[in-house]
């Protein structure tokens, strides 16, 4: 006998963006004119191609974009940095390298700008002690306007650059800039704000949608789906099936979106009912979790599905240094509060539903 299929919609994406390497330079306290912090980024797979990308971050909180042919950035993609995109410039480095090893970070960035000036960043550790690194969620999204997803950048073997033992040079045109320090030590050392992670994993949460729902196919009283590159953790109740968590697999380290209460089968909830849970993100454990609230209302026909991490952003605190570094630094872990996401989903006369779904900041 065939066991009876079913359809539920999940409204939910977890896209992964591949990246290699990553560091921020910051020089606020010491800025260009046009400059106040250096972004220089690895990429090596099939989306964005091989090669070295330098996000160059305004004084305006906007950003320039620098590439090397060999990589094909989309410009969309940069909603959710800082202000916006302002210029995405084609740029063949004179140099460009950017490693790390037992000593720390080795980089070395040679290039012009829009304006024609020549800009160096080097940055050479030789420390004999060994790094002690740790997980972070970096706040890239604070500054964003009008996000169109939720950005969470989790850093994995993440560490500041350390002062001693280093060789630092930031200049563009000629004059030199002085990095930002990090205000307190950790592991006893003095430390640059210049932060840096060879083991990335850059995540969009849920990107704003105007599209038809693509169903999932489950059999009756499935627990486990795997769909692509996704798996979804089911929970039946009178034999309608619920989302448990959806995990999104990639080569640096699976990432879960968790519900606290089920999320239910859209098509089949009653009218003029209101639903509430809570939800997680998590991904590995050294980068902690985002925590939040979602609710459910349908009305006349249709379902309005709110989620905001209202709790934030729940750090792994691995040495005593940096629960102090996030309370003084609140910035860190209050962030993800200020994002809405909403989505409005309807079903059509074709039976399919369709979502129409965005971010706000709030």
Known sequence: MRQKTDYIINPFEINIDPMERLLLVNFEKDPDTVYVAFEPQVFNDDKNGKGHLVIG???????????????????????????????????????????????????????????????????????????????????????????????????????????????????????????DELPLPIDGAKLLYSRYSPNPLIVTLNPATDAELKPLEVKLQQKQISCGEYDFEMEWNNNQPAIKSITRNNKTYPVTLLFNKAFPDIKTLDENIILKGRFKIEGHPSTGLIVGHYTIEKKNGETKVIIIPSSGWKPCYSKFSLLFLYTVAKIFKKWPTTYEWTANIREKESGNQYMQSGWKRI
Not at 165 to 178: C, D, F, M, N, P
């Open 57 to 179: 971050w305004r004084t305006d909180g906007k950003v320039d974009v620098y590439h090397q042919s060999s990589l094909n950035p989309d410009p969309r993609g940069y909603d959710n940095v800082g202000k916006g995109l302002v210029n995405m410039v084609e740029e063949e480095f004179s140099e460009a390298s950017y490693e790390v090893n037992d000593f720390g970070a080795q980089v070395y960035y040679r290039f012009k700008d829009i304006s024609d000036r020549v800009v160096i960043i080097k940055i050479k550790e030789n420390n004999p002690k060994r790094r002690k690194p740790f997980g972070l969620l970096a706040p890239m999204g604070d500054v964003a306007e009008n996000p169109s997803a939720l950005p969470l950048v989790l850093l994995h073997d993440f560490y500041f650059v350390r002062k001693k033992h280093t060789e630092v040079e930031i200049s563009i045109a000629g004059k030199e800039h002085k990095p």
